[in-house]
C-alpha cells in the first residue's frame, strides 16, 4: 500500500493549528483542572498556574520558534517529520543544541527537556518540510510567563551568540 505522507497545511487544517507569536503553528491540547495557588510559586510568577499544560506545535522550514524563554521547564516532544534543532543559551551565556527527532540511531531525541529560563529557539533542519512536535509545560503554561524579546536586547545579553540570534529571531 503506498501510503501518501501529509502535508504541513493538511496538519495545520486536521489539528486546527494556529500561528503562535514565537513562530510556527499550534493548538493548546490539555490544560489540568489542578491549580498551584501563586504563593506556593516562586517569585517568577504573577498569579496561579495549571499544574500542567500541552500543545500540538508545527515548524516549517520557513518558520522556525524565535529564541524565547519561560519560567517553566518545557518537555518537547517528536511526532512526525524532519527533525528540528532547537538552540539554546543559558543564563550563563552557555550554547548548547540538541537534534529533536526520531533517529535515534543519529543520536536524535525524541523527547527533551528545555530547562525553565533558559532562550531557546527551534529550527527545521530540512528544506521544504516540517517537524510535527507536541510541547508539555510544567507548572502550566501562561502568556505572563513568555518573553519573546527583539533581536537587539538579546545581542546585547550574548554578543558571541550574535550569528545564531541574529538568524532566529524576527526583529
Known sequence: MNKKKM??????????LTEHPEGGFYKETYRSEGIIKNEQLSSNFKG???????IYFLLTSEKFSAFHKINQDEIW?????????????SSKGDYS????????ENNEQPQFVVPAGYW????VIKENSYAFTGCTVAPG???NDFVLPKREELIQLFPQH??????????
Open 77 to 89: 516532544h517528536f511526532y512526525k517529520g524532519s527533525s528540528l534543532k532547537l538552540h539554546m543559551i
Open 7 to 16: 502535508t504541513a497545511q493538511q496538519i495545520i487544517k486536521k489539528f486546527d
Open 48 to 54: 496561579d498556574r495549571n499544574y500542567s499544560t500541552c
Open 120 to 123: 531557546f529557539a527551534a529550527e
Open 162 to 171: 550574535k550569528e545564531i540570534i541574529s538568524k532566529l529571531t524576527h526583529s
Open 141 to 143: 503554561f501562561d502568556f
Open 97 to 104: 543544541f540538541v537534534l529533536i527527532g526520531n533517529n535515534i
